[in-house]
């Protein structure tokens, strides 16, 4: 995934790095799983 800001920095993340530095994400994916 790659994140461009508004002042022009861009960073390229992997879904690894996403995963797990991303508790929102990962609860999104959780309930896409099925699970509650």
């Known amino acids: 995934v790659e994140v461009e800001f ?3 920095s861009l960073f390229s993340l992997s879904a690894e ?6 508790p929102a994400a990962d609860s999104k994916i959780r309930t ?5």
């Open 17 to 22: 790095f996403l995963r797990v530095h991303s």
């Open 32 to 36: 896409v799983g099925g699970e509650k």
């Open 6 to 8: 508004s002042d022009g």
